[in-house]
């Protein structure tokens, strides 16, 4: 039988990516296809490839994903996590302008503990390398100082995690306040920035240029007023 704390790491610890803490788990007892296929479910939908690969090489059942009968079609790993990878929804980790400055607004509104007791805890786990990658580390730093704070609840269940969040108030105001105090216009433009940079386009393109345009209709019109005082004169 295997051990449910140990079941609960693994399965956290294949939602937020740790290859070391999943193969820790595993070690310590816990089943790699409990929950019928949970762990391997986990690491999937958050697409953190490299826990599927440990899965995978430590025989994880993926009859869920892939019919038995279909799985010798697949010559490597890496041809069977592609599969893998077409049973995962949209990317949680991509930069989305739009949800990340909703994400925002909520914390500044109630707090760093709000998203979660609104049922997104995944989405602050995923928040915290958003913020990294479009050139905020010290939000990222309060947010991941959270995150951590409540890992272990987390790994009890969503009912023990939000008993914690609620009694931990006064453990979290310091971080909310620390995230405050971070002077930044508006993190949906931020992230709008660094995808228009991601895609290679600059300020100056977001824009069209119309003065090629413009000269262009200028020099038309001054032809047509000479024209014009040509056959006056004439």
Not at 58 to 73: E, G, M, T, V, W
Not at 125 to 150: H, Q, S, T, W
């Amino acid at each position: 039988m295997s051990d449910a704390i140990a079941n609960r790491t693994l399965d956290l610890a294949c939602t937020v990516g740790s290859v070391a803490d999943a193969i820790e788990a595993l070690e310590d007892g816990a089943d790699i296809n409990y929950g019928g296929g949970a762990p391997l479910f986990s690491a999937i939908f958050n697409r953190n490839i490299e826990v599927i690969r440990m899965l995978i090489e430590r025989d994880a059942d993926l009859s869920a994903f892939i019919p038995p009968a279909k799985r010798a079609a697949f010559d490597s790993t890496d041809a069977i996590i592609e599969m893998l990878m077409t049973c995962a929804p949209p990317d949680p980790k991509a930069i989305d302008p739009g949800i990340m400055g909703e994400l925002d607004a909520t914390i500044r509104k109630g707090g760093l503990g709000k998203p979660v007791l609104e049922g997104d805890w995944e989405g602050m786990v995923n928040y915290v390398e958003k913020l990294e990658r479009i050139g905020l580390p010290e939000l990222a730093d309060c947010v991941a100082e959270f995150v951590e704070m409540f890992l272990d609840a987390k790994s009890w269940g969503d009912a023990i995690l939000f008993e914690a969040v609620k009694k931990g108030k006064k453990k979290i105001a310091p971080l909310t306040e620390r995230y405050l105090a971070v002077e930044i216009d508006s993190i949906e433009t931020l992230a709008r920035a660094f995808l228009d940079s991601e895609n290679g386009i600059s300020s100056d393109e977001s824009e069209p240029d119309t003065s090629v345009v413009e000269d262009a209709i200028s020099s038309e019109l001054e032809e047509g007023e000479s024209d014009d005082m040509t056959a006056i004169a004439s």
